[in-house]
């Protein structure tokens, strides 16, 4: 296997063992602060009626997607992007607190048969903003290469999305009115 990285046959293969001590194969950890609370946050990843409002860049067109944020609900989407080149991706809430985390797996058109485990945390930090982390764990480096190929661009442009979501909701705009801070990749 390349790298250290195993090839995983089921999501909750994730972590595995080596000379006892558990392994966390291929991840990424991602951490953006939001001038939010982590409540509109959280609910601008999990309701299916505002995700699909920031999510994907503006040169991919959403064409349907289903979102169930519970314990054992599932996702899907499939949209379209530049050149007509389909795309779709699925996966299962496996644990959901609101407001503080959830925990999913993920499969893309793009890497079939390569699950992605990710954690996204939310975390209050005053004032009216918030912290959010997301490790994304790969099966191989392959996989985690190619999704990281588009996080630098399509992430930021979505995340910005929703930045501008979130200013726009005079429920979740702080009075100071700045700006969140891009996305930086964790130590």
């Keep these: 296997m390349p790298d250290g990285c195993p ?39 999990t309701d299916p009626d505002l995700f699909p409002r ?13 979102m169930d944020a519970r314990s054992g609900g599932r996702w899907s989407y499939a949209c379209e992007g530049e050149g007509n080149t389909q795309l779709s991706g699925f996966g299962v809430f496996h644990s959901v607190e609101p407001n503080k985390q959830f925990i999913h797996t993920s499969e893309f058109s793009f890497a ?37 190929s588009g996080i630098d661009g399509g992430m930021e442009e979505t995340y910005e999305r929703l930045d501008q979501l979130l200013a726009a909701s005079t429920t979740y705009r702080r009075r100071d009115g700045g700006v969140s801070a891009p996305f930086r990749r964790a130590g």
């Excluded at 991840?27 to 939010?36: G, I, M, N, S």
């Excluded at 860049?57 to 997607?65: G, V």
């Excluded at 959010?132 to 392959?142: A, G």
């Design 54 to 66: 920031w999510m994907l860049p503006r040169a991919i067109h959403l064409q349907k997607m289903q």
């Design 112 to 148: 079939p048969g390569h699950p992605t485990l990710s954690i996204t945390r939310f975390e209050d930090l005053g004032g009216g903003r918030c912290r959010m982390s997301m490790r994304e764990i790969y099966d191989t480096v392959e996989s985690r290469d190619a999704a990281a």
């Design 7 to 45: 090839a995983l046959h089921t999501p909750s293969a994730f972590i595995h063992r080596k000379r006892g001590r558990a392994q966390i194969p291929c991840k990424v950890t991602l951490v953006r602060e939001f001038d939010a609370p982590p409540a509109a946050v959280y609910k601008a990843h």
